[in-house]
């Protein structure tokens, strides 16, 4: 009886890891986690928006993610903000490495249509810490309204 507890759980554990892997998450994954963001009132609209974002920034198009990111937003006629975050993200992957995957941390609603999530990207050398508002335009439809990143990942966690 008891080596057959011991099977199953070697089993288990042996499943779980077969589907551990590095680099970007799998469609699966990122479902799951988009899953679990919605449930805290985030619309999938969203979050595909950063997932999209994450994902080109990954493939190295960083200028194509700010533009597609940026969209309709008031935020594209701040031209030289956008060119200091496009180097500033430049300089953290020659920091830091490559972006090899990302994922969603915590948001905060304040209405239906302003929310601010959080993201963390992992880099071959070091987290990073991303903090993206949007904002639900009347006539836009979900737009960024700002963008911020750093390397204060342990901000993440709480002081006691």
């Known amino acids: 009886m008891k080596m057959t507890i011991i ?13 551990a892997q590095e680099g970007k998450l799998s469609p699966a994954q990122s479902e799951s986690k988009s899953k679990k963001l919605s449930i805290l009132g985030v619309p999938q609209e969203v979050l595909d928006i950063c997932e999209n974002f994450f994902y080109k920034i990954i493939d190295n198009k960083i200028e194509k993610a700010f533009d597609d990111l940026i969209g309709n937003s008031p935020l594209k006629k701040k031209t030289d903000e956008i060119q200091r975050l496009m180097s500033e993200l430049k300089r953290a992957v020659n920091l830091y490495g490559q972006i090899r995957s990302f994922e969603p941390i915590n948001s905060e609603i304040v209405t239906e249509s302003f929310i601010r999530v959080r993201y963390l990207t992992y880099h071959t050398d070091f987290p990073m810490r991303w903090v993206l508002t949007f904002y639900k335009s009347p006539k836009l439809g ?5 963008i911020r990143f750093d390397d204060l990942s342990e901000f993440f966690f709480k002081e006691d």
């Open 7 to 19: 099977f199953i759980i070697l089993n288990f554990f042996s499943f779980c890891f077969s589907f």
């Open 142 to 146: 979900w737009i960024v309204v700002n």
